[in-house]
């Protein structure tokens, strides 16, 4: 694997080739992991299903669970208490000037709330969730987005024909989007005429105090 | 004002807060500089310069001046539901050169701090290569070590602005970046140890912390330069910051800079998590959204005068000085104006210029003392030229949150108080 190293040298540049030391393959620093501890720790699922564990849950069991360990953030149909995330609704806002993005409306897909609901909720009590429970919470999520009926249920083998209905306007970077030097030179002298101020922050009046943000 | 030390210290922190809130009128006597105790002045000899001071190691870890007691992160309480999940800024409007001390470099937590022995923390490697691996912190201190200079900053650093001016001061509009020497390893000889399939193509960082923070990241970025850094500034990283350990991704925005890293699983597509589907995408005025807008583009600012470090000296000889820095490499040049963009000038950069790292630049002048309209413009050696915020909204519409970059307007009153404005 010495291969990745010249190019990035070269790439670098010549602080890189003073900085970085030359190391020819394998020093045998650290140990193999454990199948035991892989199994601990690798709690990621992808878009394809890899890291899917096997388990199911209906739509009926999803509302009871997400009455009692959900709701008081996320509200009782996902809807959202005060500044906590909202999960439901939000269809046909993306284009509008107040868009809502929910697992519903925006999320690309469904392996995505998965691999998140395990790892960090419930807020506080993170990766405490059965894979039976994160299931029926995802059916509940979906039903409350109008994107299943409620009998349904979601388990490992109908995983894959869930789609959401986003997943096709992500689109990849196209930056630079401005133009860039060889485009358009900076102009430098005489650049308007008239200058006039269109925008002050103290009219929107939400700068916060220094001495509260020190608390 | 009585003038004792602690007294000046809070006329100080009064004036500040005034400024910061823009609303009281800047009067002489509420200058700092001028609320000096005459008993410390000469001819006569302040007790400083008479009896003893603390001996050594009074405090063992030392802290800054009681004088300097504003120089501290702030967060915004309205903006987020907890702290745990939240933001502090960076007081930029008070620092000079290109380091950030660690005290008060920005906070971005999920789940909060993660409070990790480094005697219980251990990096795994799994997925597409030959042999998964385990690595303690002394293992980690047994590869090859380099040192390297980097920015960090989020990708929703200035987010708030998109849609106007909102915010009164550069803590808060551009706060969100840091720069510091990190101590570590670069990654690929740890994937090295571990030996990467020849299929792979992506990793997946996530952190030890209570959201197991997870990000894709490419191979290719992770072969070319970034390192799994254990020390900032010379000493370990700092709890908030990922202590005992993360990952750096020069000029990558921050969120991919995951800390208390735990874990590398080698991949061969994107995990599509919910920091780079749900969060972290730009979402256009058509409703389309890009993803994996990795690269923070070129961006500068002025940070003194600001409005939190208004002019309070009258006309006169006046020093602008302010950052800039390009997630593509070095900054070339720093172009200031004086009146909102009609002429534009030179300013100097002084100081380290390394790629990926903040750029420090100052301009000198003699302020006649009528007002000023300050901008500042980045040109990065890739010929990217920092764009001004109206050019970004005709392209990307105001709801996009992340990567504003766009030129910032300081409107200076003859007083010398600094407002937020945006102009024609």
Request: proline letters at 7%; charged letters at 25%.
């Amino acid at each position: 694997m010495l291969k990745f190293l010249k190019p990035a040298l070269i790439a670098l540049g010549l602080f890189a080739v003073i900085a970085t030391p030359v190391v020819a393959g394998k020093l045998g620093i650290g140990r193999e992991a454990t199948p035991a501890e892989i199994k601990g720790w690798d709690i990621d699922v992808r878009p394809d299903g890899q890291g899917l564990p096997e388990g199911k849950g209906t739509v009926e069991t999803g509302e009871e669970l997400f009455q009692e360990k959900c709701a008081a953030c996320h509200g009782e149909f996902a809807e959202g208490v005060d500044r906590w995330p909202v999960l439901a609704g939000g269809q046909d806002t993306l284009d509008s000037d107040r868009p809502v993005k929910t697992v519903g409306s925006y999320w690309p897909y469904l392996s995505t709330a998965y691999d998140y609901i395990f790892r960090a909720m419930p807020f506080g009590d993170a990766q405490s969730l059965s894979p039976d429970e994160v299931y029926a919470l995802l059916a509940y999520i979906l039903n409350m987005n109008d994107l299943v009926d409620d009998d349904f249920e979601l388990s490992k083998s109908n995983f894959l024909t869930v789609r959401l209905p986003n997943e096709k306007n992500f689109i990849d970077d196209p930056r630079p989007d401005t133009p860039i030097l060889a485009q358009k030179k900076p102009c430098m002298e005489n650049c308007k005429t008239t200058v006039e101020i269109t925008g002050r922050a103290r009219i929107v009046d939400v700068t916060p105090d220094g001495e509260k943000g020190s608390n | 004002m009585a003038g004792t030390p602690k007294k000046t210290n809070i006329s100080r922190r009064g004036f500040l807060s005034s400024a910061v809130a823009g609303s009281a009128a800047l009067v002489a006597g509420s200058n700092p500089l001028q609320a000096a105790n005459p008993e410390n002045m000469a001819p006569n000899v302040p007790d400083w310069s008479r009896y003893l001071g603390a001996g050594v190691a009074e405090q063992p870890y030392g802290m800054p001046s009681e004088f300097e007691k504003q120089v501290i992160r702030r967060n915004v309480p309205w903006l987020t539901a907890s702290t745990e999940s939240s933001v502090s800024f960076t007081p930029i409007h008070e620092l000079d050169g290109i380091i950030t001390p660690n005290g008060v470099c920005f906070e971005r937590h999920h789940a909060g701090i993660a409070m990790v022995d480094p005697a219980d923390h251990r990096l795994m490697i799994n997925g597409l290569v030959d042999k998964p691996m385990m690595f303690t912190m002394e293992d980690l201190k047994r590869f090859p070590r380099v040192n390297k200079i980097f920015f960090l900053e989020c990708a929703a650093n200035s987010g708030m602005e998109w849609r106007g001016a909102q915010l009164n001061g550069c803590q808060f509009t551009q706060g969100m970046v840091h720069c510091v020497e990190y101590t570590g390893v670069p990654l690929k000889y740890i994937l090295e140890e571990a030996g990467v399939k020849t299929n792979a193509k992506w990793l997946m960082p996530e952190g030890a912390d209570a959201a197991a923070m997870n990000r894709s990241l490419p191979l290719e970025k992770a072969l070319d330069d970034c390192l799994v850094a254990f020390k900032m500034n010379g000493e370990a990283l700092r709890p908030e910051q990922g202590y005992p350990l993360r990952l750096v991704v020069p000029g990558w925005e921050g969120n991919l800079w995951i800390k208390w890293l735990r874990r590398i699983e080698v991949g061969d597509m994107p995990w599509q998590a919910r920091e780079e589907t749900s969060k972290y995408t730009d979402l256009m005025e058509d409703g389309t959204s890009r993803r994996f807008t990795w690269v923070m583009d070129a961006k500068s600012v002025i940070t003194s005068p600001s409005p939190q470090a208004p002019i309070t000296h009258k006309k006169g000889h006046t020093v602008i000085s302010g950052l800039a820095w390009s997630g593509r490499g070095l900054i070339d040049y720093v172009d200031i104006t004086l009146d909102g963009g009609k002429n534009w000038r030179r300013a100097r950069i002084d100081g380290l210029r390394l790629p990926k790292a903040l750029h420090r630049f100052y301009y000198e002048f003699d302020w006649d003392g009528s007002p000023l309209l300050l901008q500042s413009r980045a040109v990065d050696e890739t010929g990217y030229v920092q764009p001004t915020k109206d050019e970004l909204r005709t392209v990307r519409g105001t709801s996009s949150i992340y990567h504003n970059n766009g030129i910032q307007t300081w409107h200076v009153q003859e007083n010398g108080q600094v407002e937020n404005v945006e102009i024609s």
